[in-house]
């Protein structure tokens, strides 16, 4: 009757459970390998967690910046001419699509391919012709200006080009650069290139290096003269005040009764690069939240070897009264704590790691004196990191799910255990 009442008496979670929990914990000289098992256990939660956090954060970067990157530079919606061809009344149009609800700007471009060279190197390059205005609606390039300025870059036969066009063409502001097109004069001998230096007005640096490579900006007037453009220009850029938001953008541009224009966003133009990025960071995800499950079963089999260590104990205290369900906490506090300190460890490590990301990575090629991240083959000039709260707290969750459900398994058969059988040879 006595130890009806103790057991009535326990409440769930008493001190007493959360001390054997802890005490388990602590393990004894000839309990080194159970206490090995729970280190092990320890540090193969505290890798999952922060691997899944730090390449997470790491895929997050990447498409922020290349998405920053990409409508930095190019519109957010493309307006051609229905049936191609040169867009000659586009004043008329920037104006009208200027003045519909959510659009910012409508930028005038002319776009041709022309090889810049000078008398140390020669480089393809892509030339935009566009209004300072235009330019200037971009920070990507006008926030980023190293040298020279886009001040009066409509009035001058001047060009802005990229830091790394530059360097490889050995250029400075005020300099010259030759401009070469095969889109020139037709003679009686054929289509001759045109050929004509300008003076370098800008140099801008957008931090992603095919950009800063083959960028050119030319004034609208002066590329409609460097093409053979006449009075027209090849589209008109669509600036709208929130690119996640364009697919509705281009329904109203529709719906506004412009006849023989074409709308394209940039969802459309970049939907292959977007879609491989997103399936490589959802294939990542459920790749390395292996690591966080092979760390939970070593919970598992630590902490059965610790009930079948501690098979005695548990039957000394189930003679003195301790419930099937306190046993069962006790295991189970043994087994979450591992988990839970773990995951909070590997969650503040993997925050810390991103933060610094890209530090660590220039002392890790100093140290190995290689470059770990080549700008010309991942086109950014660092690593980027973004950590993303959504994602970051679904990995804390999954990872202390796992951790509870690993320890469900080795408490319930701590619970099952027959005092009687446990104490018959002692």
């Not at 940039?266 to 960071?281: D, G, H, M, P």
Request: hydrophobic share 50%; glycine share 10%; proline share 4%.
């Amino acid at each position: 009757m006595a130890r009806t009442s103790a057991q009535g008496d326990t409440k769930a979670f008493a001190p007493f459970e959360w001390m054997l929990a802890l005490r388990y914990l602590r393990a004894r000289r000839k309990e080194g390998f159970i206490s090995v098992l729970a280190g092990f256990s320890f540090l193969g939660i505290l890798l999952g967690v922060f691997t899944l956090i730090t390449v997470m954060a790491v895929m997050n970067g990447f498409r922020k910046e290349l998405f920053n990157k990409i409508l930095g530079l190019n519109g957010h919606i493309i307006v051609t001419k229905v049936g191609g061809g040169d867009f000659e009344d586009y004043d008329g149009a920037a104006r009208r699509l200027a003045r519909l609800p959510g659009v910012k700007h409508a930028v005038p471009l002319i776009e041709g391919q022309a090889m810049a060279s000078t008398p140390q190197q020669a480089v393809a390059g892509f030339v935009r012709g566009i209004r300072e205005e235009g330019l200037k609606a971009l920070p990507l390039i006008a926030s980023n200006i190293r040298l020279g300025t886009l001040d009066g870059f409509d009035g001058q036969e001047g060009i802005a080009i990229g830091t790394r066009l530059a360097q490889l063409l050995r250029v400075s502001a005020g300099d010259s650069v030759t401009l070469v097109s095969p889109r020139g004069a037709v003679t009686p001998f054929g289509t001759a290139p045109r050929i004509k230096p300008y003076k370098v007005a800008a140099i801008f640096e957008m931090g992603m290096s095919e950009y800063d490579r083959t960028m050119i900006f030319m004034p609208l007037a002066e590329a409609q003269r460097y093409f053979s453009k006449g009075d027209a220009v090849d589209v008109l850029e669509l600036l709208v005040e929130d690119p996640e938001k364009v697919t509705e953008e281009v329904a109203i541009l529709k719906q506004a009764g412009i006849p023989s224009l074409h709308f394209a966003d940039w969802r459309q133009r970049n939907e292959s690069f977007f879609t491989v990025l997103e399936v490589e960071r959802n294939m990542m995800f459920i790749i390395l939240s292996v690591i966080v499950v092979v760390a939970a079963f070593n919970i598992i089999s630590g902490l059965i070897m610790l009930v079948k260590d501690k098979g005695r104990e548990i039957g000394i205290l189930r003679t003195m009264g301790a419930s099937q369900g306190a046993i069962m906490r006790v295991f189970l506090i043994t087994g979450a704590s591992i988990g839970v300190v773990g995951t909070l460890a590997g969650s503040a490590l993997g925050i810390l790691f991103c933060w610094k990301i890209d530090e660590v990575r220039q002392f890790v090629a100093w140290l190995t004196n290689t470059n770990l991240f080549n700008p010309e083959i991942y086109y950014l000039t660092r690593l980027p990191a973004d950590i993303n709260a959504h994602t970051t707290g679904v990995i804390i969750i999954m990872a202390l799910v796992l951790s509870v459900l690993a320890t469900l398994y080795p408490s319930w058969r701590a619970s099952r255990l027959d005092p009687v059988e446990a104490l018959r040879y002692e």
